[in-house]
């Protein structure tokens, strides 16, 4: 697509329970990257995805977050036995990606994560 | 990871008026990016920059890649209501971005 496509736009669900967020990235842009984004807070670091290799997950919270990404396109970030805590916005970005070039990174709208 | 300071926080001007807010870091960067998130929605880039020194505009907006590679201003000339949001710096270097804790614009009609 033209875009950074995230789905869902708003999730609601019980502490406690799983759940899947998706990303598709803009067609061809090899890095994927994973953002949160709590109320009035800037973004923190959550995992990136460059080509094939391994993911940097350095900024994982806890290991009951865990993110794939399939094919080197479309990304799944996963929440396991949500918390209160987990409720804010996660942004997904891709980016034409090189160690040693200019680049920029494109977001997608986000989805908006609540835990009840 | 590497800290970008944005200032100010947060600015309250009418409308009309010129703005202008900037990042520093303690560590050089290869791109400097200047984002607009509005609420409910992901930031959209505004401004790229890519050299030391690079003073690039976008309409209304003007921004410059500090000499030192450390820093970046954004000015925003005239402003306007659709203006206002938040406003985040970011610095890339290598497979990361690095990002301001962003500066909130409300302009007063």
């Known amino acids: 697509g033209a875009g950074v496509s995230q789905s869902p736009s708003n999730k609601v669900t019980e502490k406690g329970k799983d759940v899947e967020l998706r990303c598709d990235p803009i067609?061809?842009?090899?890095?994927l990257y994973w953002y949160r984004q709590s109320l009035g807070q800037g973004l923190e670091f959550l995992i990136y995805?460059?080509?094939?290799?391994?993911?940097?997950k350095s900024g994982l919270p806890s290991d009951r977050f865990s993110a794939e990404r399939t094919g080197g396109s479309v990304s799944t970030l996963t929440i396991q036995r949500t918390q209160q805590e987990d409720s804010a916005v996660y942004l997904c970005?891709?980016?034409?990606?090189?160690?040693?070039?200019?680049?920029?990174?494109?977001f997608g709208q986000g989805t908006r994560l609540t835990v009840v | 990871g590497q800290q970008l300071n944005q200032s100010p926080q947060s600015m309250f001007i009418q409308e009309g008026e010129d703005v202008s807010m900037n990042c520093t870091s303690s560590?050089?960067?290869?791109?400097w990016l200047w984002y607009k998130q509005d609420p409910g929605e992901g930031p959209v880039l505004l401004i790229a920059?890519?050299?030391?020194?690079e003073l690039t505009s976008n309409g209304r907006l003007t921004a410059q890649f500090g000499i030192t590679r450390k820093d970046s201003f954004l000015n925003i000339s005239a402003s306007i209501p659709s203006d206002v949001g938040i406003y985040f710096c970011?610095?890339?270097?290598?497979?990361?971005?690095?990002f301001g804790t962003g500066t909130s614009l409300t302009v007063i009609p």
């Open positions: 970005a891709s980016s034409l990606a090189g160690p040693l070039s200019n680049t920029e990174a494109f």
């Open positions: 067609s061809g842009h090899t890095a």
């Open positions: 995805f460059q080509g094939n290799s391994a993911p940097d």
């Open positions: 560590s050089i960067f290869n791109t």
């Open positions: 920059l890519y050299k030391a020194g």
């Open positions: 970011a610095g890339q270097i290598g497979n990361q971005f690095y």
